[in-house]
């Protein structure tokens, strides 16, 4: 139920402090999973204190127990384990302080760890974080490589010595982290997101030597899976050994098999690129040499043809023929024009056998009144009617002077 407060009735603190008793108390008891980060056993005290801190989360809480409780599994419990509590949430008022206070307390063995990372497993490969198509291709040769490893480890010492034999001139951005216990995880998280957000860096490895199922739990933490599931940048994974395989193996791009592995598989080695591009300059300069001596042979081939060797043979060859297709189209053509003049000499005199020039050259005259028409019937002119007379060589104008013009027609001097 809401309180009704206010700046001039409020609540003393000490009221606030039994209010959130009260409902703590009315919390039962709870299973609690975590991981051990700090145990106090003083001699004498018939009291454990100890915290419990979410390995995912910065968040811990305080754990009180008799020691009678603690002792049942003091043998296989230590800092940095992790255990399943059966604790009541405990509210103490004078500090406003929460903590639990656990009845029981067991270990979370090896075997049910596996089986917890198994379904988280498969649970984030049925989101695709896992999807082969979700991977990213290494560059050949990186300018920059950031490194994620325990301070001064074999593994980061594996993985520089190994990448610059290899490739001497290769760079690192290293980030020095805790590779295993209660602040692994956090760490490593945040160096990967550091490592990814700097444009120069090309490719980002995780690094850590071998150890126990326990030791490597921290790459198998969902907050770093998801972590390396959002980066821009490849990563690698290089946790342990051949047979150990936590979860950032199957969401890290390539997964190298140990820290040296990682070293071989982020840069090419310089003494096998040098023979590589000296077998591709020999299979080159073969080529190229097979090439010319193919084209120097198919040259020779050519010029030895008859025409190569002597071009005017053809030509020697051809002119004879020639220059008789030549004498003969100019008879066929001398032929052609000699019955051509034939014909139309022929033609020509027909026409001016029948034109009505050669008519008038025989004497005879054509009559036309002044209006251009040729008189065929006597009856078509009148007495006194002058006409134009045309011959051969001129024309002249006559007139009618007969009475009777059906019958004859006087022709009157010019």
């Given at each position: 139920?809401?309180?009704?407060?206010?700046?001039?009735?409020?609540?003393?603190?000490?009221?606030?402090?039994?209010?959130?008793?009260?409902?703590?108390?009315?919390?039962?008891?709870?299973?609690?999973?975590?991981?051990?980060?700090?145990?106090?056993?003083?001699?004498?005290?018939g009291v454990v204190f100890l915290t419990l801190r979410d390995p995912s989360h910065d968040i811990s809480v305080a754990v009180?127990?008799?020691?009678?409780?603690?002792?049942?599994?003091?043998?296989?419990?230590?800092e940095g384990a992790r255990v399943v509590v059966l604790a009541k949430p405990e509210w103490y008022a004078p500090r406003g302080?929460?903590?639990?206070?656990?009845?029981?307390?067991?270990?979370?063995?090896?075997?049910?760890?596996?089986?917890?990372?198994?379904?988280?497993?498969?649970?984030?490969?049925?989101?695709?974080?896992?999807?082969?198509?979700?991977?990213?291709?290494?560059?050949?040769?990186?300018?920059?490589?950031?490194?994620?490893?325990?301070?001064?480890?074999?593994?980061?010492?594996?993985?520089?010595?190994?990448?610059?034999?290899?490739?001497?001139?290769?760079?690192?951005?290293?980030?020095?982290?805790?590779?295993?216990?209660?602040?692994?995880?956090?760490?490593?998280?945040?160096?990967?997101?550091?490592?990814?957000?700097?444009?120069?860096?090309?490719?980002?490895?995780?690094?850590?030597?071998?150890?126990?199922?326990?030791?490597?739990?921290?790459?198998?933490?969902?907050?770093?899976?998801?972590?390396?599931?959002?980066?821009?940048?490849?990563?690698?994974?290089?946790?342990?050994?051949?047979?150990?395989?936590?979860?950032?193996?199957?969401?890290?791009?390539?997964?190298?098999?140990?820290?040296?592995?990682?070293?071989?598989?982020?840069?090419?080695?310089?003494?096998?690129?040098?023979?590589?591009?000296?077998?591709?300059?020999?299979?080159?300069?073969?080529?190229?040499?097979?090439?010319?001596?193919?084209?120097?042979?198919?040259?020779?081939?050519?010029?030895?043809?008859?025409?190569?060797?002597?071009?005017?043979?053809?030509?020697?060859?051809?002119?004879?023929?020639?220059?008789?297709?030549?004498?003969?189209?100019?008879?066929?053509?001398?032929?052609?024009?000699?019955?051509?003049?034939?014909?139309?000499?022929?033609?020509?005199?027909r026409v001016v056998g029948l034109s009505p020039a050669s008519t008038l050259r025989r004497g005879y005259a054509v009559l036309?009144?002044?209006?251009?028409?040729?008189?065929?019937?006597?009856?078509?002119?009148?007495?006194?009617?002058?006409?134009?007379?045309?011959?051969?060589?001129?024309?002249?104008?006559?007139?009618?002077?007969?009475?009777?013009?059906?019958?004859?027609?006087?022709?009157?001097?010019?």
């Amino acid at each position: 139920m809401a309180l009704n407060t206010s700046a001039d009735a409020p609540l003393p603190v000490g009221e606030v402090s039994r209010l959130i008793g009260r409902w703590i108390d009315r919390l039962g008891a709870v299973w609690v999973e975590g991981q051990i980060t700090q145990l106090s056993r003083r001699p004498g005290a018939g009291v454990v204190f100890l915290t419990l801190r979410d390995p995912s989360h910065d968040i811990s809480v305080a754990v009180t127990c008799f020691r009678q409780v603690f002792d049942d599994v003091a043998d296989v419990v230590s800092e940095g384990a992790r255990v399943v509590v059966l604790a009541k949430p405990e509210w103490y008022a004078p500090r406003g302080q929460l903590s639990l206070r656990a009845t029981e307390i067991r270990p979370v063995g090896v075997g049910e760890l596996l089986v917890r990372l198994e379904q988280l497993k498969k649970a984030l490969g049925n989101e695709g974080l896992f999807a082969a198509e979700r991977k990213k291709a290494l560059p050949f040769l990186p300018h920059l490589v950031g490194l994620v490893c325990g301070r001064a480890s074999a593994a980061e010492r594996d993985v520089l010595e190994n990448a610059r034999r290899r490739w001497p001139a290769v760079r690192f951005e290293v980030r020095n982290v805790a590779v295993q216990g209660v602040h692994a995880v956090p760490q490593v998280v945040q160096a990967v997101k550091e490592l990814d957000d700097l444009d120069e860096v090309d490719v980002i490895v995780v690094a850590r030597g071998g150890g126990s199922v326990e030791d490597l739990l921290p790459f198998s933490d969902e907050q770093l899976v998801r972590a390396v599931a959002a980066c821009r940048t490849p990563v690698v994974s290089a946790i342990g050994h051949e047979p150990d395989h936590p979860l950032l193996d199957y969401v890290a791009d390539l997964r190298a098999s140990t820290p040296t592995d990682a070293a071989k598989k982020v840069v090419p080695d310089v003494g096998e690129e040098y023979e590589r591009v000296r077998l591709l300059l020999d299979r080159a300069r073969r080529s190229v040499h097979a090439f010319v001596e193919r084209e120097e042979r198919g040259l020779a081939h050519a010029l030895a043809r008859p025409a190569m060797e002597d071009p005017h043979r053809m030509i020697d060859e051809r002119a004879d023929h020639v220059a008789s297709l030549t004498e003969r189209a100019r008879r066929t053509l001398g032929h052609l024009l000699d019955r051509a003049d034939s014909e139309l000499s022929h033609t020509h005199a027909r026409v001016v056998g029948l034109s009505p020039a050669s008519t008038l050259r025989r004497g005879y005259a054509v009559l036309q009144r002044p209006d251009g028409h040729v008189v065929r019937d006597p009856d078509e002119v009148a007495a006194d009617e002058t006409l134009r007379a045309r011959v051969a060589e001129g024309e002249f104008t006559v007139r009618v002077d007969v009475a009777d013009v059906a019958d004859v027609a006087d022709v009157a001097d010019v």
